[in-house]
């Protein structure tokens, strides 16, 4: 399930607000830059260039910053009760890898105008904050989202891959292109030991169009994730349809229930394919999202 093969089967498939997950850079620029064009371009001076304002070069923290993602380093959970349940284990095993999938219209990587990987500011556990310049904060139902990362032909866990996660709003927005006066909803880190990674987010809403998702890129490594183009790996994980129901029934996801019931996971753009490998699970007693990521 690759993005080319979705986007040539469908090459003229998009939402009904604006988005475009299979589109490629060209067809971006042809939808987003008339209307897009000052905003993106105005935050990705900010996102893109923030080290000149003091902040640090990804590449830089490699040899400085302690492993993200372990007990030890990471900052208190947000919207849990203890760390045990954050790291639900998954049973980790060789098997299929997770698809390759489109970064979509907004991935902040350098690969479509902003590079928010430029910044050492985006190594960080807790997203649902805005750095750099800007300062808000994302509503939303506070969620810990852990992906483990293995080798796909061995099932072993791959330590130190960093793993760049970014997802919409609870209204279904992207930050730096559609909410351009912030960056929140996006970070890098290194898996610890056991593969892991996890962000401290918000559960993410519905827009018209796509299945509720989250995408993410794994690269081997912290010095390798300087831009979207060394991802090792490209991908994008489902959620449970009964669980994103019942969250947006919280008006805070404002369209989101009437989105996702226009929807199906047999009929999305990109899992329609297939979505076994990508379809993750909700505890919503703990507020935990876990995926098993094969590479």
């Not at 380093?73 to 980790?92: K, M, N, Q, R």
Request: a negative charge; proline letters at 4%.
């Amino acid at each position: 399930m690759t993005a080319t093969a979705a986007s040539d089967a469908n090459p003229a498939v998009t939402s009904d607000e604006g988005h475009d997950d299979m589109g490629g850079l060209h067809r971006d620029r042809q939808a987003f830059g008339r209307r897009r064009a000052l905003q993106i371009f105005g935050a990705a001076g900010t996102a893109g260039l923030l080290a000149a304002c003091g902040g640090e070069s990804v590449a830089k923290l490699v040899s400085s910053e302690p492993v993200v993602g372990t007990a030890a380093s990471a900052p208190a959970t947000v919207g849990t009760t203890a760390t045990t349940a954050l790291a639900a284990d998954v049973a980790a095993s060789a098997g299929t890898p997770i698809p390759s999938e489109t970064a979509g219209p907004f991935p902040a990587d350098g690969t479509n105008g902003p590079n928010v990987l430029a910044d050492g500011a985006i190594v960080r556990r807790d997203i649902t904050t805005s750095f750099g310049d800007f300062t808000g904060t994302a509503s939303g139902r506070k969620v810990a989202l852990t992906l483990t990362i293995v080798d796909a032909a061995t099932g072993g866990a791959l330590p130190g891959a960093a793993v760049y996660l970014w997802h919409c709003t609870a209204d279904g927005k992207y930050s730096i292109y559609e909410v351009s006066d912030e960056n929140y909803l996006r970070g890098l880190q290194v898996a610890d030991d056991a593969g892991r990674v996890t962000f401290d987010t918000i559960f993410p809403g519905c827009y018209g169009g796509r299945w509720p998702h989250c995408h993410f890129e794994v690269f081997d490594t912290l010095n390798d994730a300087n831009d979207g183009r060394a991802a090792r790996r490209t991908s994008q994980l489902a959620l449970p349809e009964a669980d994103c129901q019942t969250v947006y029934a919280d008006g805070a996801y404002g369209n989101s229930l009437s989105n996702l019931d226009r929807l199906s996971l047999a009929g999305d753009m990109v899992f329609r394919d297939g979505w076994t490998e990508q379809l993750a699970t909700f505890n919503p007693s703990a507020n935990t999202i876990n995926l098993l990521v094969r590479v």
